[in-house]
């Protein structure tokens, strides 16, 4: 059972930064490929950056593109999530996920654990 817990979140204004981690335990054949993901109030939960288990290979959502950065460090068993020149619209609950996926992968239904998430709120 993979378990995963998110942490780095909070208010700022736009234009700032924030780094997330994700914080996993559990098999490694479950948390193959890693994620972050978000949902605002009333909206889909969206994909926004996926990594690979050696961590040579991403993929961003269009949205997030050049302004985030996931990683991972597998002996300490984390992913982060940089987050450059915040917007408001980048206000939303972030989850971290995994599953057992080769390729990385985009929706929800892919991924078999989740984080609780970790609020973002960006001010105008």
């Known amino acids: 059972q993979v378990q995963l817990v998110e942490s780095g979140g909070g208010l700022v204004e736009a234009g700032a930064s924030l780094r997330l981690s994700c914080a996993a335990s559990g098999p490694t054949f479950a948390r193959i490929t890693m994620a972050w993901f978000r949902q605002a109030p009333g909206k889909e939960r969206e994909f926004l950056a996926g990594?690979?288990?050696?961590?040579?290979?991403?993929r961003y959502a269009n949205a997030v593109q050049g302004r985030f950065t996931v990683s991972r460090d597998n002996r300490e068993n984390t992913m982060a999530l940089q987050m450059n020149n915040l917007k408001p619209e980048d206000t939303a609950v972030y989850y971290c996920a995994s599953g057992g996926s080769p390729t990385i992968v985009t929706m929800t239904t892919d991924f078999s654990s989740w984080g609780h998430g970790t609020q973002v709120t960006v001010s105008s």
């Open positions: 990594i690979n288990l050696a961590g040579t290979n991403t």
